[in-house]
């Protein structure tokens, strides 16, 4: 099955055609800029799109579109088929995911205009993360704001730890079912999943991927009693809301978001840029070390994502952090940049630590492809609006 594969932003749109028979991807591309005079609107870069693919694909024709969709809530627990009715859910879930929903809303509605006899899957971010147990999603505030709200831990990047957890259990040869690991995704948004019998059973991101880590330009874990402070000094919900996820983390601390930016900073004696850093690597090693308790001690530490795959430094900073767990670091192995999955750990290290590629694009493709030939037999009427 041919599978295009879309990742909307609201001012991008990335995309990729994969032959799930094969496995291999067969373009790749992004259109940017959407909302300028060039590309005013979804439609418009799928237009675009629709230009781009002919060529590429020499005369192939597209079997089915997957969607990364950030936040499916409670109600989706795995892949779904798209209807009008999932489109609405998925909108709806827009206050819980404001930078992302809407825009994936948008794409799927932009591709049931141009094709729309092609069938659409919703992917879900949340999805790896419905098996978290309720001592584990459960805020301690008042049941009403659940029952009433959906407030409780979600996670995210789960498409990703899907894919990463079984690729480092096969590489130790291990069981993926029988898995128990601490995985980071790191990268301009980043967090933490305890993996327990290859199932999550907690993570760092929460009800919106704000909680958790530092990240390029959230803030992670903060006191919430701070936000009640600024409001009564005046700041409104827009103001905190920007704050908290454009004008916070590694950019507030050391002047900038991006990682490799930062390290070059901090190795010609910016101090600002090295405690930037600190700060950072210090709190992903608590989760670290919280979550190696909350499996039960785990298997292996895996790095993944931009920043796990290709900081070295960062990885070093985090790892010196967790010698009480018996950890060590192969420096030499830390600084060589192969292909695949690497380890990267000390020969005496009591947990082996992977670095291991992700690899979404080709995990979406892969349900999607799946889902479509789940529900070929499905009622008519179901299909993709």
């Given at each position: 099955m041919l599978v295009l594969v879309i990742n909307s932003g609201s001012s991008s749109l990335k995309y990729q055609v994969r032959d799930t028979s094969s496995g291999e991807l067969l373009v790749k591309g992004i259109i940017d800029r959407i909302g300028e005079e060039a590309v005013p609107d979804h439609g418009a870069a799928l237009e675009e799109l629709a230009r781009r693919l002919p060529e590429a694909l020499d005369g192939r024709q597209v079997d089915a579109v997957g969607h990364r969709v950030v936040h499916g809530g409670e109600r989706f627990s795995e892949p779904v088929l798209i209807d009008n009715e999932i489109v609405r859910s998925i909108e709806r879930l827009s206050p819980l995911a404001p930078l992302h929903n809407p825009a994936s809303a948008r794409g799927i509605r932009a591709v049931h205009d141009k094709w729309p006899d092609i069938p659409q899957v919703a992917v879900f971010d949340t999805a790896f993360h419905r098996t978290l147990p309720e001592h584990a999603w459960r805020y301690a505030l008042p049941d009403s704001l659940y029952r009433r709200y959906g407030i409780r831990r979600y996670g995210f990047h789960g498409t990703s730890y899907g894919y990463v957890a079984p690729e480092a259990a096969r590489f130790l040869g291990i069981k993926p079912e029988e898995f128990d690991a601490v995985i980071a995704h790191l990268g301009n948004g980043a967090s933490v999943a305890a993996i327990k019998d290859g199932r999550s059973i907690d993570t760092s991101m929460?009800?919106?991927?704000?909680?958790?880590?530092?990240?390029?330009?959230?803030?992670?874990?903060?006191?919430?009693?701070?936000?009640?402070?600024?409001?009564?000094?005046?700041?409104?919900?827009?103001?905190?809301?920007?704050?908290?996820?454009?004008?916070?983390?590694?950019?507030?601390?050391?002047?900038?978001?991006?990682?490799?930016?930062?390290?070059?900073?901090?190795?010609?004696?910016?101090?600002?840029?090295?405690?930037?850093?600190?700060?950072?690597?210090?709190?992903?090693?608590?989760?670290?070390?919280?979550?190696?308790?909350?499996?039960?001690?785990?298997?292996?530490?895996?790095?993944?994502?931009?920043?796990?795959?290709?900081?070295?430094?960062?990885?070093?900073?985090?790892?010196?952090?967790?010698?009480?767990?018996?950890i060590t670091l192969d420096r030499d192995a830390n600084q060589r940049r192969e292909p695949g999955v690497r380890l990267i750990s000390g020969t005496d290290s009591a947990v082996p630590v992977l670095v291991v590629p992700t690899d979404e694009e080709e995990a979406i493709a892969e349900a999607t492809a799946e889902t479509v030939v789940r529900n070929s037999a499905a009622p008519e009427g179901t299909g993709s609006n």
């Amino acid at each position: 099955m041919l599978v295009l594969v879309i990742n909307s932003g609201s001012s991008s749109l990335k995309y990729q055609v994969r032959d799930t028979s094969s496995g291999e991807l067969l373009v790749k591309g992004i259109i940017d800029r959407i909302g300028e005079e060039a590309v005013p609107d979804h439609g418009a870069a799928l237009e675009e799109l629709a230009r781009r693919l002919p060529e590429a694909l020499d005369g192939r024709q597209v079997d089915a579109v997957g969607h990364r969709v950030v936040h499916g809530g409670e109600r989706f627990s795995e892949p779904v088929l798209i209807d009008n009715e999932i489109v609405r859910s998925i909108e709806r879930l827009s206050p819980l995911a404001p930078l992302h929903n809407p825009a994936s809303a948008r794409g799927i509605r932009a591709v049931h205009d141009k094709w729309p006899d092609i069938p659409q899957v919703a992917v879900f971010d949340t999805a790896f993360h419905r098996t978290l147990p309720e001592h584990a999603w459960r805020y301690a505030l008042p049941d009403s704001l659940y029952r009433r709200y959906g407030i409780r831990r979600y996670g995210f990047h789960g498409t990703s730890y899907g894919y990463v957890a079984p690729e480092a259990a096969r590489f130790l040869g291990i069981k993926p079912e029988e898995f128990d690991a601490v995985i980071a995704h790191l990268g301009n948004g980043a967090s933490v999943a305890a993996i327990k019998d290859g199932r999550s059973i907690d993570t760092s991101m929460g009800f919106t991927p704000l909680e958790g880590l530092v990240m390029g330009t959230r803030s992670g874990d903060v006191d919430p009693s701070i936000l009640v402070f600024l409001l009564r000094e005046g700041y409104d919900a827009d103001t905190l809301d920007n704050l908290l996820n454009r004008e916070s983390g590694l950019l507030a601390l050391g002047g900038a978001s991006d990682m490799r930016t930062l390290e070059d900073a901090a190795a010609a004696g910016n101090t600002t840029a090295a405690t930037a850093l600190e700060v950072a690597a210090y709190r992903l090693a608590k989760y670290i070390g919280a979550y190696h308790v909350a499996v039960g001690g785990a298997q292996a530490l895996v790095f993944t994502a931009g920043i796990g795959e290709n900081s070295p430094v960062f990885r070093e900073l985090t790892l010196d952090r967790l010698g009480a767990l018996g950890i060590t670091l192969d420096r030499d192995a830390n600084q060589r940049r192969e292909p695949g999955v690497r380890l990267i750990s000390g020969t005496d290290s009591a947990v082996p630590v992977l670095v291991v590629p992700t690899d979404e694009e080709e995990a979406i493709a892969e349900a999607t492809a799946e889902t479509v030939v789940r529900n070929s037999a499905a009622p008519e009427g179901t299909g993709s609006n």
